[in-house]
Each structure stands twice: as C-alpha cells, then as structure tokens.
C-alpha cells in the first residue's frame, strides 16, 4: 500500500507546485500567500509517504485530497484535478491493502510449507 499511496502523492506534490504557479497570475494573491500554500501542501506530501502506513495517515491523506478539490476556487481546473487524485488516492488504499493482504497470506504459505531445518 505504501509505494501506491506514496506514488499517488509524489504525482500530487508535482500538480500543486504547477497550481502554485498558475495561481500566481490571480492579481488578489500575493506571491508569498500563494507559495506558503502551495509549499505547506507540498511538504504535506512528502511527509505523508513516510507516514500513510502509521496511524491516521490515511486519514490524513483524506484530508488532503479534499484540500486538494477545495483549492479549485482559486484555480477551477484544480476540481477536476483533485477529483482524479482523490480517486487515484481511494485505488491506492483500496488496491494496496489487497496487495499486502495477498503478500502477507503467500508469505504464510511459504512459511508453512517449508521444512523444519531441526
């Protein structure tokens, strides 16, 4: 689950700096009002590669993903955006959890099926 989930916020890290820029262009935002948003949710993503197997961290990532669709009132095209990424991000849980569960049970029956070295 982690390198899906990991992927899918790596790809929004690169979408919101390219918002950022495109935000710049809006004349009732200040360079540095855009920038400090724009770089709290891009570290918002790095740092929850790190966490999303922890506790709350998909939950987090939620959170985020709203955010994410939120940030169309400033930029629209971002609704469509972030609606893609929250739908990646639900793929990611979802698809990862399997992946691990599937690991977890071949991991079992080759424990198992293996002989005793004693």
Do not use: N
Not at 98 to 103: F, G, L, N, S, V
């Amino acid at each position: 689950m982690r390198t899906l989930c990991a992927s899918t916020l790596i790809g929004e890290f690169f979408v919101i700096g390219f918002a950022g820029l495109v935000a710049m262009k809006d004349p009732d935002l200040t360079t540095a009002t855009v920038w400090t948003v724009s770089g709290v949710a891009m570290f918002l993503c790095v740092a929850l590669c790190g966490v999303v197997t922890r506790p709350g961290g998909i939950a987090l990532g939620w959170v985020l993903q709203v955010a994410l669709i939120a940030s169309g009132f400033v930029v629209p095209t971002m609704f469509f955006l972030g609606a893609v990424f929250a739908a990646l991000w639900w793929a990611s849980v979802h698809y990862g959890r399997k992946i691990d569960e599937a690991k977890a049970r071949f991991a079992a029956e080759a424990a198992s099926s293996t002989p005793d070295a004693a």
